[in-house]
């Protein structure tokens, strides 16, 4: 069983930063496949950045290419999304999610691990 924990949402401005970290248990983190997905109000939840166990392949929905970074610290069980250039479409809940397994995916069914979410809200 995988237990996963967002954390670093909260209210920000237009053009601010934020971090979002999300800790993983397990002792086989290393080789996890970890990703972030969002979900607006009303809307669906959205693919926004995934990564290899190894961080070597990373892949990024359109929307936040270039303003977004997803890392991943596999000595601290940790995966981050370093997200600058914030815009009010940000707004949404962030999850973060896990699949034992290296390969790494943009799709939201391969994932079968999930964390309760982190808000993160932009103001204009």
């Known amino acids: 069983q995988v237990q996963l924990v967002e954390s670093g949402g909260g209210l920000v401005q237009a053009g601010d930063s934020l971090r979002l970290s999300c800790l993983a248990s397990g002792r086989t983190f290393s080789s996890y496949a970890m990703g972030w997905f969002r979900q607006g109000p009303g809307k669906e939840r959205d693919f926004v950045a995934a990564?290899?166990?190894?961080?070597?392949?990373?892949f990024y929905a359109d929307s936040v290419k270039g303003r977004f970074t997803i890392s991943r610290d596999n000595v601290k069980n940790t995966m981050y999304l370093q997200m600058n250039s914030l815009k009010p479409e940000d707004t949404a809940l962030y999850y973060c999610a896990a699949k034992t397994t290296t390969l790494v995916s943009r799709l939201e069914g391969w994932y079968n691990y999930w964390g309760q979410g982190t808000q993160v809200t932009v103001s204009s």
């Open positions: 990564i290899s166990w190894n961080g070597v392949t990373t």
